[in-house]
């Protein structure tokens, strides 16, 4: 999350309040967490990303990005 915070310059300004989804992906084998759900791949239309700093432990990999719907011109 400190992250997503760290790139306001780098994402749009919103005017208004918003929500955002946090998805996960996981390799087949691994164990979904209780209350967690599995859900099909979402599509966003006209689609920009911002690719965050990747980290890896001796157990887990991250890759994050944000993306959003880019404005339309």
Same mark, same amino acid.
Request: hydrophobic share 40%; proline share 3%; aromatic share 8%.
């Given at each position: 999350?400190?992250?997503?915070?760290?790139?306001?310059?780098?994402?749009?300004?919103?005017?208004?309040?918003?929500?955002?989804?946090?998805?996960?992906?996981?390799?087949?084998? $691994?164990?979904? $967490?209780?209350?967690?759900?599995?859900?099909?791949?979402?599509? !966003?239309?006209?689609?920009?990303?911002?690719?965050?700093?990747?980290?890896?432990? /001796? !157990?887990?990999?991250?890759?994050? /990005?944000?993306?959003?719907?880019?404005?339309? !011109?």
């Amino acid at each position: 999350m400190r992250q997503v915070t760290a790139t306001v310059t780098f994402l749009p300004l919103l005017d208004t309040r918003c929500a955002f989804d946090l998805k996960i992906y996981l390799n087949k084998a $691994a164990e979904v $967490a209780d209350g967690w759900l599995e859900q099909a791949d979402s599509k !966003i239309e006209n689609p920009e990303s911002v690719q965050l700093r990747s980290f890896s432990t /001796s !157990i887990h990999r991250v890759q994050a /990005s944000v993306t959003y719907k880019a404005e339309e !011109i």
